[in-house]
């Protein structure tokens, strides 16, 4: 089974500032990795797939990249709407596998 | 517009059985994977069980295998989880979720159905 690995696990950002999050796979996936946001008490929500592809409707701000074992979330300037707890999730046939999340909090 | 609104969730006992509904609209149900993902109070997200749109291919999360039956009825627009053997670990809200790209990644989510397992 692939391991997915998240940190950091919490972060405190003041708004406007640069947001990062990482991911490590325990083995190559190559860029089969995506990236969702969930808000207290709703559903998640795709924000990336594929490691850089902004889902439709999903503002610039945010962003991925990476490859292979290792994966970065950005949010290019944090807003107060982005407080949230955010996942990575790859697909290890035929199971859907998530990283721990990221709880963003706002400083 | 895509939706996918469970129900069934509450209160079991330990042991004992519940069946979760969801129901789809806004699209072909029938061209879709779907799966179920729960999450426990507190905690992240675990994928708990896949099935193909024609339903030949069926997967498990090896923490339910041989106690959850996922399935689906296309003529009804609706999938289904039976749950059996309930255990406190069980806990969580269950989210009715659309797979694409051969179920490599989610693209739409339920709402949640909370499933409490206590005595």
């Known amino acids: 089974d692939i391991q997915m690995t998240q940190s950091p696990s919490s972060l405190s950002a003041s708004v406007g500032d640069r947001v990062t999050i990482t991911c490590q796979a325990s083995?190559?996936?190559?860029?089969?990795l995506n990236w969702y946001q969930q808000k207290p008490g709703k559903a998640p929500k795709l924000l990336i797939y594929d490691a850089s592809n902004l889902e439709t409707g999903v503002p610039s701000r945010f962003s991925g990249s990476g490859s292979g074992t290792d994966f970065t979330f950005t949010i290019s300037s944090l807003q107060p709407e982005d407080i949230a707890t955010y996942y990575c999730q790859q697909y290890d046939n035929p199971a859907l596998t998530f990283g721990g999340g990221t709880k963003v909090e706002i400083k | 517009e895509v939706q996918l609104v469970e129900s069934g969730g509450g209160l079991v006992k330990p042991g004992g059985s519940l069946r979760l509904s969801c129901a789809a609209s806004g699209f072909t149900f029938s061209s879709y994977s779907m799966n179920w993902v729960r999450q426990a109070p507190g905690k992240g997200l675990e994928w708990v069980s896949s099935?193909?749109?024609?339903?030949?291919?069926?997967y498990y999360a090896d923490s339910v295998k041989g106690r959850f039956t996922i399935s689906r009825d296309n003529a009804k627009n609706s999938l289904y989880l039976q749950m059996n053997s309930l255990r406190a670990e069980d806990t969580a809200v269950y989210y009715c979720?659309?797979?694409?790209?051969?179920?490599?990644?989610?693209?739409?989510w339920g709402q949640g159905t909370l499933v409490t397992v206590s005595s």
């Open positions: 083995q190559d996936i190559s860029n089969y």
């Open positions: 099935i193909s749109s024609s339903s030949s291919y069926i």
């Open positions: 979720a659309r797979g694409v790209v051969g179920n490599r990644r989610i693209d739409y």
